[in-house]
Every structure is written in C-alpha cells, then in structure tokens.
C-alpha cells in the first residue's frame, strides 16, 4: 500500500464516521508539528522568505482540511463507504 492509498483510506476513515475530540486533536497535534518542521528545513535550506511562505501555505491546507474533518466528525458521512 503506497503513502498515498494510506492518506485516502485514512481520510476515508475520519469522513465516515463520527469521530472523538482526540482523534481531532491528533490530528492538529499532527498539522502543527508538521508546518513547524517543514517551515523549519524551508528555513534552513531556503531562507526566512521562502519558509514564511511555506510554513503559510501549509497552514491553510491543514487548517481547511481539520475544519472539514472537525464538521464531519460532528454531523458524520453516510455517503462514504469503505468497502
């Protein structure tokens, strides 16, 4: 199973069932400790600019996708299935 296959049926598996605040939790836990180190590799290889940028771009993707994953936690998927 690629990274790939695993982030789908991960992200699958949140979306269709209600889920816990701590399984919520990990995952911003996750977000940010994510920009935070690839803000700071942009930083150490590339420079302040480029990763303010990055660490930025980042924020927004995992801030749109734990705000989604936080509205189906709470109202549930019944059109996803993981057969």
Not at 36 to 53: F, Q
Request: glycine content about 8%.
């Amino acid at each position: 199973m690629g990274v790939l296959d695993r982030l789908e049926e991960e992200y699958l598996d949140i979306s269709s069932h209600r889920r816990t605040i701590r399984e919520l939790l990990e995952l911003v836990v996750g977000s940010v400790l994510f920009v935070l180190v690839a803000g700071g590799l942009a930083y150490y290889l590339l420079g302040r600019t480029t990763a303010i940028g990055v660490a930025a771009i980042l924020a927004i993707i995992f801030t749109i996708t734990i705000v989604s994953q936080a509205y189906w936690a709470i109202t549930g998927r019944d059109d996803y299935t993981n057969d």
